[in-house]
């Protein structure tokens, strides 16, 4: 309950359903530019206590510009990405302001030096309506490392 007003539950693993993902995405890149798509829809399934989260939507568009030199690539990129969250549903019965969507804005880069790549992200909500306004997404930072086999 101590959380109600700050997180939404859809963001969070653990709901003891079984869900299905199904992602599309599309990657060009040029010598110095490029774009990277993703979309992505997610079917949720009912747990024990005949709880289910809506169904979701997500999509995301990258534009990336590439600095190379011998030994690593350096990739800044700017984009845009957002979610669209069905309402959520209770023994047959849709709770009320339980959807909702977000479009977000991000920047950031990678750096890509062999097998790795080293990156940040800065994400900032530019447009929200989540369960009714009672819950608000925040702006977040990541860093990420990724290892190619």
């Known amino acids: 309950e101590a959380l109600a007003d700050n997180v939404n539950p859809g963001f969070q693993v653990g709901t003891g359903s079984v869900d299905g993902v199904f992602s599309l995405g599309y990657n060009y890149g040029g010598e110095k530019i490029g774009v990277n798509t993703l979309v992505s829809y997610y079917l949720k399934g009912e747990n024990k206590n005949d709880y289910q989260f809506g169904n979701q939507f997500s999509y995301s568009m990258?534009?990336?510009?590439?600095?190379?030199?011998?030994?690593?690539?350096?990739?800044?990129?700017?984009?845009?990405?957002?979610d669209v969250y069905d309402s959520i549903t209770q023994y047959g019965e849709t709770l009320a302001d339980t959807d909702g969507n977000i479009l977000n804005a991000s920047l950031g880069s990678e750096l890509a030096i062999e097998k790795f790549i080293f990156g940040a992200s800065y994400t900032l909500p530019i447009q929200q309506s989540l369960f009714g306004d009672n819950v608000e997404s925040k702006q977040r930072f990541s860093l990420y490392v990724n290892f190619a086999l």
């Open 62 to 82: 990258n534009l990336f510009t590439v600095f190379s030199t011998d030994k690593m690539n350096i990739m800044p990129f700017a984009g845009i990405s957002g």
